[in-house]
């Protein structure tokens, strides 16, 4: 029913802004669940939960990336975005949205959400 799909640039030069995009579609739109989450997965490592906002807009960020990391919502695109700041190679990572219809903070098994997308590959390098 309802389908997630990253965009955003593959290549970031180290100190600038991420910014990603999640395009929901379906009927329901993003509204379909209460929650909506930034997961990524560095290479050699394990997926690393990022942060969720909710459709009314409220937001929860990993406390390890808070400073740098700001999920929005855009409704009348049907997207939430994710920006973060001043990114270094170690932010190199597969990125992914996703969506569920409850918070578990954290939470980074994909069993636990209803959706997810394919994810977008994000190199920071200069």
């Known amino acids: 029913q309802v389908q997630l799909q990253e965009s955003g640039p593959g290549l970031v030069k180290p100190s600038q802004t991420l910014f990603l995009a999640c395009t929901v579609s379906?009927?329901?739109?993003?509204?379909?669940?209460?929650?909506w989450a930034w997961i990524r997965q560095p290479p050699g490592k394990g997926l690393e939960w990022m942060g969720v906002i909710s459709y009314t807009g409220s937001t929860y960020y990993s406390p390890s990336l808070k400073s740098r990391t700001s999920i929005a919502r855009d409704t009348s695109k049907n997207q939430f975005t994710l920006q973060l700041l001043s990114v270094t190679p170690e932010d190199t990572a597969v990125y992914y949205c996703?969506?569920?219809?409850?918070?578990?903070?954290?939470?980074?098994?994909?069993?636990?959400?209803?959706?997810w997308g394919q994810g977008t590959q994000v190199t920071v390098s200069s």
């Open positions: 379906g009927a329901s739109g993003p509204t379909a669940f209460y929650y």
């Open positions: 996703a969506a569920s219809k409850t918070l578990i903070l954290g939470a980074t098994n994909k069993n636990l959400y209803n959706d």
